[in-house]
């Protein structure tokens, strides 16, 4: 579970971004929210960042990612070494560039690390990572872990440039020979057994991604193997009014795929298939997706998801959110952090105050993240839970103007 997140010095951002998913004490949609019973902690189920085209949203979302490839690269690498078949994520940790990450509107920006922060839980223990790094070089590694119930967190070991200071679980692990480049909590991972770095490394791997930047990624079908979990996603497609029963494969001689039809039923019985690249490009995408989301909500992982409404209707996205925010669909504590365009689902009805953030630009042309809850608007009071949050979004009174309302004032003077 995601605690809370932060950066700084990466790409439009220069100064610290905070993110929370820890749940302000407001008394909206209380059900909704994930309770830890270890120490009764409360939790977003989750996060939506809305802002301008160029803003920062995707960047968000992205540093999460570099940061996490930061950590798996070197122990992927040493998992699928001879490995012909390594699966998309060492793949993605292979290709993803490494360097050159700082905020470029700032000279001063790149003599500066750029600096990330994590907080998160995973079987009744929080854990803190921290890590700063300058030309691929790590200028500071810290891991802290705190048993829940307890008072006192621990020092796994904290890490400079000059120094190394161990704690209990990994003091007789040489270090002296360790690369600057080599983040010291993969290299424990790579080589030994230690329940604490297993974990943390557990929790980064059970992260899932999903965006669509490549068109190819909308073509991809993700059937669950097991049938319990291939017909809850069938359910779950019916349920969005996805009338796809089942998919057919047609292979060649050599056993490729040369074709995918989806059979459809119609109301008096008969199977109609249609060829899948036929079908909508929303209904492409719900099948490129649908199946991580069930997996994370089966499991209680993290799923982010970069402009997950794209092609989607809006009632298609809604259905999504809900399956995180209820309690009977979400019943392992998943989290949903996401991108979004999409207005019609900044209501009240849908989201908490503590739940929809922004992303924009500020007249350096540095990006600043905030919540809706922690804005102060004009009258220095922060917005009231019963605002048409949308209209005032497309106002700009929430400070992360999407431009909407000047092209609308612009056509209204024509």
């Not at 950066?7 to 830890?36: C, G, M, P, Q």
């Not at 470029?104 to 839980?121: A, G, H, I, S």
């Not at 019609?344 to 500020?362: G, Q, V, Y």
């Not at 605002?387 to 999407?402: I, M, N, T, V, W």
Request: net charge negative; charged share 30%.
């Amino acid at each position: 579970m995601l605690s809370q997140f932060s950066f700084s010095n990466y790409k439009s951002f220069k100064e610290e971004a905070f993110l929370d998913f820890i749940a302000e004490s407001i008394r909206e949609h209380e059900k909704s929210v994930i309770i830890d019973k270890a120490d009764g902690e409360k939790f977003l189920p989750v996060i939506v960042i809305y802002g301008p085209n160029g803003g920062g949203k995707s960047t968000v979302l992205e540093a999460l990612k570099y940061l996490r490839m930061i950590v798996l690269r070197p122990y992927i690498i040493s998992q699928t070494e001879n490995n012909e078949n390594s699966d998309s994520l060492a793949s993605q940790s292979l290709t993803m560039e490494f360097r050159d990450k700082c905020h470029k509107f700032d000279p001063v920006c790149e003599t500066l690390p750029v600096c990330f922060d994590v907080m998160f839980r995973i079987n009744g223990k929080q854990y803190k990572y921290q890590i700063s790094q300058k030309n691929n070089e790590i200028v500071e590694e810290n891991l802290y872990r705190l048993v829940l119930g307890e008072k006192d967190a621990e020092i796994i070991f904290e890490r400079t440039a000059d120094e190394c200071v161990l704690g209990r679980e990994i003091e007789d692990i040489p270090v002296e020979k360790l690369k600057n480049s080599m983040p010291l909590l993969t290299h424990v991972a790579v080589n030994y057994n230690i329940e604490p770095i297993d974990e943390v490394i557990s929790w980064f791997l059970r992260v899932n991604f999903v965006d669509y930047d490549n068109p190819k990624r909308e073509r991809r079908i993700i059937l669950p193997k097991a049938e319990t979990a291939r017909a809850k996603l069938f359910e779950v497609m019916q349920k969005m009014d996805i009338h796809i029963a089942d998919f057919r494969v047609e292979k060649d001689v050599d056993g490729h795929i040369k074709n995918v039809y989806a059979k459809h039923v119609l109301e008096n019985g008969m199977i109609v298939e249609i060829p899948f690249e036929e079908e909508s490009s929303g209904t492409r995408k719900l099948f490129s997706c649908m199946a991580r989301i069930l997996d994370c909500l089966r499991d209680g992982t993290l799923l982010i998801a970069d402009e997950l409404d794209a092609k989607l209707h809006p009632k298609l996205l809604q259905y999504i959110i809900e399956l995180f925010t209820d309690p009977k669909s979400n019943r392992k504590g998943a989290q949903l952090l996401l991108t979004s365009h999409d207005i019609t689902t900044m209501t009240p009805e849908i989201f908490r105050r503590d739940e929809i953030w922004f992303c924009a630009l500020d007249p350096q042309n540095a990006s600043i993240l905030y919540s809706l809850i922690s804005f102060k608007k004009e009258n220095g009071k922060t917005p009231r839970n019963d605002e048409s949050y949308s209209k005032q979004y497309l106002e700009g009174r929430y400070g992360a103007d999407p431009y909407i309302r000047k092209i609308l004032d612009w056509e209204e003077q024509r």
